[in-house]
């Protein structure tokens, strides 16, 4: 029986890459100079950190970072999670990303819900942080695919491990 797997995974290079070169370019710009504007990664809790003298600085570093994240891989900042902005010693401020990796359940049922609502002759069924997705035909599974990429628009899907 044909199937498809619905994942999310983070490319972690393409993410440290986007991080190191927005933080390349907030060193070298002059309106940082001497300010603590900084962008600090966590890979094992997969946290990015932004650091700034002002929410307005902040902001900026943010306007950075985002754009630099959807060039190494697209639909990439749809996958974090702001956190409130915090007030660290003095005026300084500081504000989490949390990048989310994987389906989380919520996601997973709203998925299976989609499909399922949806009249098409496929079952989808949760598998840890995935999704599969089975059917009679490929033509059937071809159309869950495109019916799931025009739902599900606010994070980023991959399908793979299409199965004949």
């Known amino acids: 029986m044909p199937s498809f797997d619905i994942t999310s995974e983070v490319d ?6 986007s991080i190191d070169a927005a933080s390349k370019q907030i060193t070298n710009r002059y309106d940082f100079k001497g300010t603590s504007a900084n962008i600090e990664f966590n890979e094992k809790d997969k946290v990015i950190t932004l650091f700034g003298d002002n ?4 902001d900026q570093v943010k306007d950075i970072l985002l754009p630099a994240m959807e ?3 697209p639909e990439s900042s749809k996958r974090l999670e702001h956190k409130d902005v915090q007030k660290v010693s003095g005026n300084k ?3 989490e990303l949390i990048v989310r990796d994987g389906i989380d359940s919520d996601l997973a049922k709203k998925i299976t819900k989609l499909i399922k609502d949806s009249g098409m002759k496929v079952q989808a069924t949760i598998q840890g942080d995935t999704v599969r997705v089975n ?7 071809q159309e ?4 799931v990429k025009k739902s599900i628009t606010d994070f980023p899907l991959k399908f793979g491990n299409f199965r004949d």
């Open 12 to 17: 972690m290079v393409n993410l440290k890459n």
């Open 55 to 58: 929410d307005f600085q902040l």
């Open 71 to 73: 060039k190494k891989e």
């Open 93 to 95: 401020v500081k504000q």
């Open 135 to 141: 059917g009679a035909k490929r033509d059937v599974l």
């Open 144 to 147: 869950a695919i495109a019916f």
